[in-house]
């Protein structure tokens, strides 16, 4: 299989660079690319940076190469109050949180000729599942909602919950991944584990577990690609 992987930040890729041996190194348009082979599969890997329209950048150009499926990690701030630093969340879904075109009879969340929620490929979404459950590691399925916010408040977080009931986790990337793999018709996952609360301590909390949390989405997804994903 030919795979994109596309993440925001450093510490969310170089599990990759350490990983895979010969992995060549290139640029366009500001977006880090690398490729190479693992374990029978063709990768090309971006590091797109922070927020919708980098991650829409570096998606568009890795989906140009018609890869047969393209994958988001990363690191994400909990919506849904049952979940703590470290949980993982897949996502069943991905919508926009900071747009609105509810006065044009659109959902919260949608643009218009587009749907309110991108869907993630069900079959590799059961084989991801399946991975993290041989591996022992609980995981939340559902929605997962992205903007260009770094969400550092509860009164926040409420909004967003109420607005897009069942939100499990908010980030900055993966709607607009998901956007590009629609528009593309290309299947995406998105995988991401907690790094903060989204509440008050969350810049606090980020910078102290993202060293951590950031490897642990890569190394998962790299387990994933290896071993539950056919040549």
Known sequence: MKIAIVAALSKEISYYMDAIPDLEASERAGVHLWHGHYQGHDLAIAQCGIGKVNAALATTLVAMEEPD????NGSAGAVAKDLAVGDLVLAQEAAYHDVDMTAFDQAYGQIEGLPARFQADSHYLARFEQCLADQGEAVRRGLVVSG????????????IASKLPGALCTEMEGAA???VAHQFGRPFLIARVMSDTA?????IDFDQFISEVGPKSARLTLDFIGNYLED
């Open 177 to 179: 991944i998901a956007h």
């Open 148 to 159: 260009d916010r770094f969400v550092a408040s509860p009164a926040i977080v409420e909004d």
């Open 69 to 72: 499926l393209i994958i988001n």
């Open 199 to 203: 509440a008050q301590d969350a810049a």
